[in-house]
């Protein structure tokens, strides 16, 4: 989401919007973070994730209007599932390479078998292999931080919203440095900074309560995953502003759609997962 640097026409309409909107949808969210089925949860996170690669089609779809961009619905959920059927290390290679296989083999053959127009292939194979890891790695990333610890997750969504939260808010009053311009004209470095701060603190709290100490490896992966937010929330504005759109649906009154409000998850969640393999191996199984 923009860290705002003025507050823009209408924003005490636009704010209570936002307000309402987190108050029905926080409890959800919370809700499903901790059902107990692995299976009921990875449903659960695919419906969001796969609703927010609809709107990626829908926003996408004036560049390659006759491209087959829907079948991205069926793959992202079906790459995310074999991802997460494949945990054991061992494995890793024969998956990386199934999964490379997928996105060069399978999505070239299906743009040439659909009959794409020529004038659109190249945005086709652009669309359909950035779209495919786009989604379905963050869907497997935020499985198996929960299949390692549903509090991963309530981590992951802490470091993100409080920090954007933080963001729009500082950026709205105090926001004065514009951050990228040609991309985002609304989000400031003031905003950035509160956000990647309170990302942190959240981080610390958490560490605190959870863990009983402040655990500095998590201190630096969770540094490291609140910057990866805001790089995910800006290529998800580059996206927009590419095709001239303002936001990726109207479904979440205040936020915009569901990729607006999830784009900062899609890279921070795989940041996290790596992160947490790597640095925390006794948290991540």
């Not at 086709?124 to 963050?138: D, E, H, K, Q, R």
């Not at 998850?265 to 925390?280: E, H, N």
């Amino acid at each position: 989401m923009d860290h705002v640097t003025h507050p823009p026409a209408g924003a005490p309409t636009s704010s209570m919007q936002r307000v309402l909107t987190a108050a029905v949808g926080i409890p959800i969210i919370v809700g499903g973070i901790f059902l107990r089925s692995d299976v009921w949860f990875f449903l659960f996170a695919a419906f969001f994730i796969t609703w927010a690669a609809f709107e990626y089609v829908g926003i996408a779809r004036s560049r390659a209007p006759h491209a087959p961009l829907s079948v991205l619905l069926v793959l992202v959920p079906l790459s995310a599932l074999v991802m997460t059927l494949s945990p054991s290390p061992d494995r890793v290679p024969q998956l990386l390479l199934g999964l490379g296989t997928l996105l060069s083999v399978g999505i070239g053959s299906l743009v040439l078998l659909s009959r794409t127009p020529l004038e659109e292939t190249m945005e086709s194979l652009g669309i359909l292999g950035f779209g495919l890891p786009y989604f379905a790695v963050p869907l497997a990333s935020i499985y198996s931080l929960h299949h390692s610890d549903p509090w991963l997750v309530f981590l992951l969504f802490a470091i993100v919203w409080f920090g954007d939260t933080a963001a729009f808010y500082v950026g709205s009053r105090f926001g004065r440095h514009k951050m990228a311009p040609t991309i985002s004209p609304q989000k400031s470095w003031e905003g950035a900074v509160a956000g990647f701060v309170t990302g942190l603190a959240a981080a610390a709290v958490w560490s605190a309560l959870r863990l009983g100490r402040l655990e500095p490896e998590l201190l630096a992966l969770a540094a490291v995953t609140a910057a990866a937010a805001q790089v995910g929330d800006l290529v998800e504005s580059m996206l927009k502003r590419s095709v001239g759109a303002k936001d990726s649906g109207r479904s979440l009154p205040g936020h915009g759609g569901v990729l607006d409000r999830c784009d900062a998850l899609l890279f921070a969640a795989p940041v996290l997962q790596l992160g947490a393999w790597l640095l925390l191996p006794g948290l991540a199984r």
